[in-house]
């Protein structure tokens, strides 16, 4: 276990964060505006398909707000029944609701792997410990880990269902990182000196190598095999980097004033620039980089995020943001939809649908670009 200096640890903090909220606002917006919605209606979801979402039209049932996905159709959401904290199961199409799983502890955060097989379920326990669980499809426990930690943050590996990185941040602003494989149940330390680790492929690992002693916005990225912890690689600075299957994302400032960053996608066997893309950016004149909410359609190789208008201030900035798609597969760029504000989004496992908003409250038809609220 490693003691960070304390910018470092507020960095990586800060970067641990934006991935457990699912991609969420490094730094919140000054902008309090609403995203315009429809009516609570039913929409279709295809001319050509039968297929209509139903809003959830549960009256007086608690609702904390949608976690993920549980497959193409269905949702995960997290809801209050007495001193239970419960985690319920939402079909869009058949507006059911069922109960996934109830907890006597305050369920905070809920990940699922790549494959929508297996789900990693954080709870605070009434002792303060922090739980981590593990369940499958049927709500059923696979993996529990505790400890009396501040927070940990799960890595789910991309390619392989029953593995994942843990890390884990101490109170005393200690960290370890820790290998998990679910099947085995064995726990393997990771010798790095940055807690926010991505994986890149089956066996590498990659993370930012900060400059201890130097006041550095970026590092250059080193990526190791998990099992020998040899360095094979190194690329170019970034001040954060972002795992996908098959892809890595870093991102990089550029103009004069650094306002814009610059998205560059590589692929993640080979470690070959695949393409770049340029994003105008919002200054924080501070050390947190600003970063849109993103999500990654694995299905159809499609990067999805929040775009401004303009590069500005943050706390100055009262301009839309453009749910852009990019894929790269073809290169190919188009606004899919226009919002107040940069909320966090997800997109279903099959790239049709995505949840978006402070809670993942609507969802976007990508087809038609028509946002539908779920719950209200």
Known sequence: MMRLHVRLFLLMLCFLMLVSCSSAQLVKEAASHKLSIKEKEEISVSFFTNKTIIPNQSEGQSFHG???????????????EGSFSNIYTYDLFSGK??????????????????????????????????????LDREGEEFFRWDGYVDRV???????KDKE???????KDWTFSVLHVNIVTGNLTPIDVDNPFVQWVDNDHIAYLNWYQDEQSFTAPVIIT???????????QDFFAIFSFPHYLLGL?????????????????????????????????????????????????EIFYYFRPIHSGNISKYDNDFELTSFSLRDQEEKVIHVSERNVPLKVSPDGSLCIVG???????I?????????FM
Do not use: C
């Not at 943050?153 to 390619?159: D, E, K, R, S, T």
């Open 225 to 235: 095999d998990v099992n020998s912890m040899e360095v094979e690689h190194t690329l």
């Open 366 to 374: 990508f087809e038609s670009g028509q946002l539908v609220p779920l």
């Open 66 to 80: 949608v976690v993920d996905w549980y497959d193409n159709d269905s949702v995960l959401y997290l809801g209050q």
């Open 164 to 170: 994942l990185i843990l890390s884990v941040l101490e």
């Open 97 to 134: 609701s069922n109960l996934f799983y109830s907890s006597e502890h305050l369920i905070s955060e809920v990940s699922s792997n790549e494959s929508n097989t297996l789900f990693a379920v954080q709870s605070v326990q009434t002792n303060q410990k922090t739980l981590l669980q593990i």
């Open 358 to 364: 402070d809670r993942l409250e609507n969802v976007i």
């Open 153 to 159: 943050q799960v890595m789910w590996h991309p390619l």
């Open 252 to 300: 990089s400032s550029i103009g004069p004033s650094h306002d814009l960053a610059q998205f560059t996608f590589y692929d993640s066997m080979t470690l070959n620039e695949i393409v770049q893309m340029t994003v105008p950016v919002l200054q924080t004149y501070s050390e947190q980089q600003w970063i849109p909410n993103y999500s990654f359609d694995s299905h159809n």
